[in-house]
C-alpha cells in the first residue's frame, strides 16, 4: 500500500467500508494470468484461486469481465475449482466475449448469443486482408462470437499491429462489426457491447454500493469510465492499472486510474489486501 497517493488511499478504505455491498471487476489476460505468446496458454496465476476465493467471501460478487469466451477463461482461470470453495452466498461472475456471455458459481451454467451477421464473410476475406498486409503467419484466434488477429509472434508486431488496424477497421465496418484494439491484438467482433456495459450490468444486476475495477489494456477503458461514472454519482470506486510496458495502453490507462500495480502479482496481492482488510473492518463491525 506503500505506493498508493494519499487521494487513492482515501478511495480504498471508503471501499474497504462498503466492502460486503462492493462489486470486484476482473479483467483476465495481464491482469490475473500474464501475457503470453499463445493465448491459449495464459492460465490464471498460481496464487489467483485462493485469492479469487478469499475476495468473493468478503463482498457482493467477484466479476470477471473479459473479451475472452466464457468457457475458456472459466477453464483457464480454474474457476470451477474457485467455486467450489466458496461459502454460501458469494458469487463469482463471468462476462466473456465483453458481456455477450455468462456463467455463474452457483448454476455453472453457460448462455451465449448467436453469432453476429457478417462474421463469417469477414472470415472468408481475412486471409487475402493479412496476406495483402505482408502479415500472413498472424495468428488468427476464433473465439466463436469474434475472430482475434494476433501480430505479437510476426518479426515486428508493432509494425504489423499499425498496418493492419485500418484495414481490418474498415472489413469491419463493411460487414457490420467492431474492432477492438488490444497489445498486439485486433478483435473483430459483434458491435453494441462492451466492458463498460458489462460492468454498469452487473453492477445494477447486484446493486452494489461499490466498484473495484483492475485491468490492464484499451479494451477495459470503457469500464474504468463506466466506473468514473459510477463515482460521479456518489459510489466508492477504486481504479487498479495491471501494469505493462508493452504499447501506450499504460499511459491511457493510468491517466484514468487510480493505482498502477505490477501486473498481475501487484493485482493479487491488492485483492488479497482488501480481503484481509475487509475481515478486519467486519470483525470490529
Excluded at 460478487?61 to 454460501?88: F, I, K, N, S
Excluded at 456495459?197 to 484499451?218: E, K, Y
Excluded at 487498479?240 to 501486473?263: H, K, M, Y
Amino acid at each position: 500500500m506503500e505506493s498508493f497517493s494519499a487521494e487513492a488511499r482515501h478511495r480504498y478504505d471508503a471501499l474497504v467500508g462498503v466492502a460486503s455491498e462492493t462489486v470486484v471487476g476482473l479483467d483476465f489476460d495481464g491482469t490475473l494470468s500474464p501475457i503470453v505468446a499463445d493465448p491459449t496458454r495464459a492460465v490464471i496465476h498460481p496464487e489467483g484461486p485462493a485469492v479469487l476465493a478469499a475476495v468473493a467471501a468478503r463482498v457482493r460478487a467477484v466479476a470477471l469481465v473479459t473479451g475472452r469466451p466464457a468457457r475458456q477463461v472459466v477453464a483457464l482461470g480454474r474457476l470451477d475449482e474457485v467455486a467450489d470453495a466458496l461459502p454460501t452466498g458469494a458469487r463469482l461472475l463471468v462476462r466473456g466475449q465483453y458481456g455477450h456471455e455468462h456463467w455463474d458459481s452457483t448454476s455453472r451454467e453457460f448462455t451465449s448469443p448467436a453469432v453476429p451477421a457478417g462474421l463469417a464473410a469477414f472470415a472468408e476475406e481475412l486471409p487475402g486482408l493479412l496476406a495483402a498486409e505482408d502479415a500472413a503467419d498472424a495468428y488468427v484466434e476464433d473465439k466463436g462470437l469474434a475472430l482475434a488477429v494476433h501480430t505479437r509472434r510476426l518479426d515486428e508486431p508493432a509494425v504489423a499491429f499499425a498496418r493492419l488496424a485500418p484495414r481490418l477497421a474498415d472489413a469491419a465496418e463493411r460487414h457490420g462489426l467492431g474492432l477492438e484494439p488490444g497489445k498486439y491484438v485486433l478483435e473483430v467482433r459483434a458491435p453494441g457491447m462492451d466492458k463498460g456495459r458489462a460492468l454498469r450490468d452487473v453492477v445494477a444486476a447486484t446493486d452494489a454500493g461499490g466498484v473495484l475495477f483492475a485491468g490492464d489494456d484499451l479494451g477495459d477503458l470503457e469500464a474504468f469510465q463506466a466506473a468514473r461514472t459510477l463515482r460521479a454519482q456518489g459510489l466508492p470506486t477504486l481504479l487498479v492499472c495491471s501494469g505493462s510496458t508493452e504499447g501506450e495502453a499504460q499511459q491511457a490507462l493510468a491517466e484514468v486510474t487510480d493505482i498502477v500495480v505490477p501486473g498481475p502479482e501487484g493485482v493479487l496481492a491488492l485483492l488479497r489486501g482488501f480481503a484481509e482488510s475487509a475481515g478486519r473492518a467486519a470483525s470490529l463491525a
